[in-house]
């Protein structure tokens, strides 16, 4: 189960995600980032209700870093729990991912 | 398939209306045509008897003195000789009295005497005259029942409380016997008691001018006519109405048989044409689902269908039907491809699966002359292919390489990216290069064809089997859970480098760890730790590191097993959505 809820301001777009990001989710949310990266150069994922995040959702993410970057944008990431923060770390994202 | 739920025929409940509605229809008939006619009857009785009464009053009035002549007849009906119902052609009695009469008197006109001419006369021809007049008034009144068809006519005196009645005059038909007893026609005098009923209706008609009295076969009819000293005057008729009764009943009877009759011919009419219009469309309907349903022949049904000719209602649901049938055929046509399909999909994953499985290592012990080392590894994907795999391959005579890795995704795509890692990774560490430049290589080599972003996480080991030397280094994976030689298992936190796939350019760390003899080192996929049970509970490092001290002395082989019953145990059949990966090394030494 995933909610997202997006909201786009001038100049960034907040993206916040509600759930488990796994498997079966992650084609979801990689579908809401498809639609809201062409609309703006700052993108923040808040992470603040996910729950888990497995390597399914990290490949989204890792693929909306790279999205961004391959536009000149920047992808920010706060709110994150320490059993994902766990995840960033283990797999050496954290340190690309702009957390905040 | 349910059992035939037609327990009765649609053209039989119909028929049951029909029975019920026929059966209705002669009640109502009856009824009405009984009621109607009862009060036609009644009213015809009261018309017929009521200008009767005036005929008799208009009778009385045409003797001027008449009322001269009724209270002498009540006054003196015991001392008058009557002559009753004379026959003037034949009998002379009163004739000769009237012959008496005017030769006494020649002067007056004997059928129209006043009543002072009368008061002049003497008692005697006084008496005379009341006989003559009461004889002529009985003949008249003969008169008139038989022309009204009367049973009895009479006229009474009563008084309160009507318990008696004093019979004036009664007509009677020819031949009747006259006197005073039961059955004989009243002669002037007799007195008679009356029934309640009677009672009743005699007062009913003092105060009303009339009473009509129903008794069955008769009706009593009571007519007011005035007072007679203080008494009462009522004039009577008693009709026999048993004929008219019959009369009544078999019309009745005949209209009833006629509706009763009319309703069932219209009630035939309209079952033929329920049958016509709606049962046999309906049963042709009904004939061709059971057929489809028991031989799934769409292009019979379709034909049969077509054929029920109905232009309404159920000419649409046999349409319906038919379309129904057609789209339901080619529904189930589409449904057997879709499965054909998945089972051709099903059978190319499983055969996927089993060459995943072939391509890792599988064969233990893998390195029989190699006494210093041991090794055992083993990989349970959690559905179909996934995304998990190890892999331990010897570079050179004294360097054996082991690799745990797990690919983000599952499915086909993870696996085609698992087969790539592994193929790249094993290419590069067999060209001799130091484990951090085997997973920047292998990164290098990713990212320059990564469309779909997907990664890997690698921890790799090259162990320097002659020292025990292990050099490692972690692309984003698990940390390794090292034993000394004489201690417990525990994690070792190694520093991480990014996952292999995320971004090329990148340097990765490496890290040296000196084993001993009888030192083991056990390296795993998150599918150990993040084992799920039935309550959301993930196993978690704490009982991966207990489980792996239970056995921490035993072979490889062993520790694995127990690490998998150990996490079966928790998980309790709760479903798995992750593979379960796992590889354990002990380094023995050159001693052994």
């Keep these: 189960m995933l909610n997202t809820k997006t909201g786009i301001y001038e100049e960034k777009a907040v993206i916040s995600l509600e759930g488990k990001l796994d498997t079966l989710t992650s084609p979801e949310l990689e579908q809401v980032i498809t639609e809201v990266i062409p609309q703006t150069n700052e993108l923040i994922l808040d992470l603040e209700g996910l729950e888990y995040t497995s390597s399914a959702g990290l490949r989204v993410i890792l693929s909306t870093y790279k999205r961004m970057n391959a536009k000149n944008g920047i992808l920010r990431v706060r709110n994150v729990n320490p059993v994902v923060m766990e995840l960033f770390e283990m797999t050496e994202l954290a340190p690309i991912l702009n957390i905040e | ?260 009759f009319h309703q069932i011919f219209l009630s035939l009419l309209w079952l033929i044409a329920i049958y016509l219009f709606v049962i046999k469309p309906l049963k042709d309907i009904q004939k061709s689902i059971r057929f489809y349903i028991e031989t799934k022949d769409t292009e019979t049904t379709v034909k049969d269908l077509t054929r029920i000719r109905s232009r309404n209602e159920l000419g649409q649901l046999a349409n319906d039907v038919k379309d129904m049938t057609i789209e339901m055929s080619d529904y189930t046509n589409e449904i057997k491809n879709i499965t054909a399909e998945q089972e051709r999909i099903g059978t190319e994953l499983s055969v996927a699966t089993r060459i995943q499985v072939a391509m890792l290592p599988h064969v233990f ?135 292999i796939g995320a971004l090329d350019g990148m340097k990765y760390t490496e890290y040296e760890l000196q084993l001993e003899p009888g030192a083991k080192i056990f390296v795993y996929t998150d599918g150990v730790p993040e084992a799920t049970n039935a309550d959301g509970e993930m196993f978690g490092m704490e009982r991966t590191i207990d489980a792996l001290n239970e056995v921490k002395e035993k072979d490889p082989e062993s520790v694995l097993k127990n690490i998998r019953r150990r996490v079966d145990e928790f998980t309790a059949g709760a479903e798995q959505f992750d593979d379960l990966t796992m590889l354990c090394l002990e380094y023995k030494g050159k001693g052994e």
């Design chain 2, 365 to 499: 012990p893998p390195f029989p002359n190699r006494h210093e080392i041991d090794i055992y590894a083993s990989m349970d994907p959690a559905k179909e292919v996934g995304g998990d795999f190890y892999d331990f391959f010897f570079v050179d005579e004294d360097h054996l390489c082991i690799i745990m890795a797990d690919v983000s995704g599952k499915g086909v795509p993870a696996a085609l990216f698992m087969m790539a890692s592994k193929i790249i990774l094993q290419s590069v560490a067999m060209l001799g290069r130091s484990v951090s430049e085997v997973l920047a290589l292998t990164n290098e080599a990713i990212c320059s064809n990564n469309q779909e972003d997907m990664f890997v996480t690698v921890w790799i080991g090259m162990l320097e089997v002659s020292t025990g030397k292990l050099v490692c280094s972690n692309a984003g994976h698990e940390y390794p859970t090292i034993k000394d030689a004489d201690g417990d298992f525990r994690i070792y936190k190694d520093k991480h480098g990014l996952v």
């Design chain 2, 1 to 260: 398939m349910e059992e035939n739920r037609q327990k009765i025929g649609l053209i039989q409940q119909i028929s049951v209306l029909f029975i019920l509605g026929i059966f209705l229809t002669g009640i109502i008939t009856y009824g009405t045509e009984y009621y109607v006619t009862e009060r036609n009857v009644k009213a015809q009785v009261e018309n017929l008897a009521s200008q009767t009464a005036r005929e008799v009053t208009l009778a009385v009035r045409e003797y001027p003195a008449y009322e001269w002549l009724l209270r002498y007849w009540y006054e003196n009906a015991d001392t008058l000789d009557i002559e009753y119902d004379a026959e003037y052609w034949r009998n002379a009695i009163t004739k000769e009295k009237c012959r008496v009469f005017s030769e006494k008197h020649p002067d007056l006109q004997l059928d129209y005497l006043m009543e002072e001419e009368i008061r002049a006369l003497s008692d005697e021809d006084q008496k005379l005259y009341a006989e003559i007049a009461y004889s002529w008034f009985i003949t008249r009144i003969n008169q008139i029942k038989r022309a009204n068809k009367i049973d009895f006519l009479f006229c009474v005196v009563v008084r309160d409380p009507y318990d008696r009645q004093f019979f004036l005059f009664s007509a009677a038909d020819e031949g009747a016997k006259r006197g005073t007893d039961y059955e004989e026609v009243y002669t002037i005098g007799t007195t008679v008691t009356v029934s309640e009923t009677q009672q009743e209706a005699m007062k009913q008609a003092v105060l009303k001018d009339a009473h009509l009295g129903d008794a069955g076969k008769y009706f009593d009819y009571y007519a007011y006519m005035g007072t007679l000293k203080d008494d009462y005057l009522l004039l009577g008729m008693t009709y026999n109405i048993s004929d008219i009764r019959s009369t009544v009943d078999q019309n009745t009877l005949k209209e009833v048989s006629y509706a009763v």
